[in-house]
């Protein structure tokens, strides 16, 4: 049986509450011990001469694989934009050791069928379906939920497609409820959301139509209070104005039990680059304000937003090269992710490494109730380990997509290697 030790590891586990340096010894798929180190300067006793492997992590960072709660994978039906294989491989290189699938698939995932595919299909690193609320996405009949939990499904969601008959939410949370599993909002009001980047000065400017946050906004009110009636659980997805980041913070400190997400680029960009009119930079939310940019940031700090989320959303080249008001809403960000948090949370001073890593290895779980437990003994080997000092640009990714907003953009924070249940995988070319 394979061997791997890790020697001189930082580690930093949000799971069990650790950050010290560690000697890490893998056997097979398994954690077989992990021993802190006592002192500086004290010789190994060569606990991995017997090791088919040693990675010397001396000045890097060791970390429970990552978990993305928000992640568009295409397959079934989008074979072109991501296929399940693809998507999971660029998880890896991103750090992730689970992923969780929205239903907007072709067909989604509202029959057990699909949710039997997605378990069965090849994979690079384990995946968590999400099931649909409503039956084809269309918003008017609820989907068998209990039989999609029962096949595998973690949570469930419209997600791309907002339910707007408020009845229908209700019924959703209340079903939902039987089940202890959240269900995911996808926040928009088809009627205000018309668009194609943030309503403001930069719309007005460029000439584009815009959305306006009132559309966010309004539906997390609608269904913060549907949740409250309900007594359901609700995860607000991919928040991105101070309005919304408002109504969530009311809500907890109302004792609800409402958690949301915010992506990388929404902490990071603004809509200003979409005076490029680069495609890369029109996604769904839109880009928001550098006010709205800055109160992501603020609710990451005080815990206000619970997880970093990529919503990964992959397309075909020919289909962002089309003009920036044709051209489909979305970006890919498995790749990107630790890294936008490291470079424009981490080094800023916002938030400490192990703070952002809350947001993406325990807090996703917890929501999701997942089977993870981060570094320890006896459990599966999934461990990425990061310099997260050096320098790079995104120029390619494993994704079958390259829709990214920080496509040659320079980040700080790179995966070396990612061991998925003992297997090493090695990024440093």
Known sequence: MNKLFIKNARVIDPFTDTDGTFDILIKGEKVIELKRKERKGKREKGRGRESERVIDARGLLVIPGLVDMHAHLREPGREDEETIISGTTAALKGGYQAVVCMANTEPPIDNIGIVRYINEAEKACDVYPVGAVTKGLKGKEIAEIGDLVNAGCVAVSDDGMPIIDAFIMRRALEYSKQFDIPLISHPEDLNLSVGVMNEGVVSTELGLSGTPSSAEEAMIARD????????????????????????????????????????????????????????????????????????????????????????????????????????????????????????????????????????????????????????????????????INLEWVPQRFLSKSSNSPFLGKKLCGKVLYTINKGRVFDWKD
């Open 224 to 387: 913060i209070l549907l949740a409250r009636f309900t007594k359901s659980r609700l995860h607000i997805a991919h928040i991105s104005t101070k309005g919304s980041l408002e109504l969530v913070r009311r809500a907890k400190e109302g004792g609800l039990d409402v958690t949301c997400e915010v992506t990388p680029h929404h902490f990071s960009l603004t809509d200003d680059f979409v005076r490029t009119f680069d495609t890369n930079f029109k996604m769904n939310p839109p880009l928001r304000s550098e006010e709205d940019r800055e109160a992501m940031i603020k609710g990451l700090k005080d815990e206000t937003i619970d997880v970093i989320a990529t919503d990964h959303a992959p397309h075909a080249d020919f289909e962002k090269e089309l003009e920036f008001d044709q051209a489909p809403f979305g970006v890919i960000g498995l790749e990107t992710a630790l890294a936008c948090g490291i470079t424009y949370l981490v080094k800023p001073g916002f938030m400490t490494i192990k703070q952002l890593l809350q947001k993406l290895t325990i807090n996703p779980s917890s929501i999701l109730s997942l089977p993870i437990k981060g570094l320890v003994l006896g459990e599966y080997a999934n461990i990425t380990i990061v310099d």
